[in-house]
Each structure stands twice: as structure tokens, then as C-alpha cells.
């Protein structure tokens, strides 16, 4: 078992930033199985970034540029840092590991 816990979510004006964290517990997960997804109220989940490989990522279109994924392995932490952010980046979060989810966190931008 797998425990995902996410945090840093809030509310930030548009162009501003915020940095999320996931912080994992339980199992190892391993970190090419790690990624941000999130999700609009009545729409599908969508990937943001992950991990592909130790060394290699994605980021979805949208994203590319503003959005950065991160690892801290000695306490097995991954992050999201978001710039730029626009008012279409306003969604719930989520911390994945293969079948594993975390809460989620709120991130809302608007002035």
C-alpha cells in the first residue's frame, strides 16, 4: 500500500505561482510510476506531469513551460512547481502512483 498526501494547494492571482507536494508513505513507490493529474468538477481526470523514466518527464501541452516536476527522494517527495498560472489552471489536484491517489488539493486562480 501506497499512501499519497498532497499539499500547497490555495488561491493565487493570475501569473502567480504555487508549489505543490506529494508526499508518499507505506510502499516505496517507484518514481517513474509518479505524476500530477487534475480534474474539473463533471470533467475526466487529465495528466499534468510525470515521471516517464529516473531521468525523463511529460508535461501536457497546456503546461509546458510554466509547470515543473521535481523529486526530493530522501523523503520521498514530489513536487510540483507552477508558474505563470492562469485561470484555466484552476482545478483539484492529484498525486498519483500506478493504482494509488491521493486527496487532492484545491488550486483556484483568479483576481
Known amino acids: 500500500q501506497v499512501q499519497l498526501v498532497e499539499s500547497g494547494g490555495g488561491l493565487v492571482q493570475p501569473g502567480g505561482s504555487l508549489r505543490l507536494s506529494c508526499a508518499s508513505s507505506?510502499?516505496?513507490?517507484?518514481?517513474?510510476?509518479m505524476g500530477w493529474y487534475r480534474q474539473a468538477p463533471g470533467k475526466q481526470r487529465q495528466l499534468v506531469a510525470r515521471?516517464?523514466?529516473?531521468?525523463?518527464?511529460y508535461y501536457h501541452d497546456s503546461v509546458l513551460g510554466r509547470f515543473t516536476i521535481s523529486r526530493e527522494n530522501a523523503n520521498n517527495t514530489v513536487y510540483l512547481q507552477m508558474n505563470s498560472l492562469k485561470p484555466e489552471d484552476t482545478d483539484v489536484y492529484y498525486c498519483?502512483?500506478?493504482?494509488?491517489w491521493g486527496q487532492g488539493t484545491q488550486v483556484t486562480v483568479s483576481s
Open positions: 498519483n502512483c500506478a493504482y494509488y
Open positions: 515521471f516517464t523514466s529516473y531521468s525523463n518527464t
Open positions: 507505506g510502499s516505496i513507490c517507484p518514481i517513474y510510476n
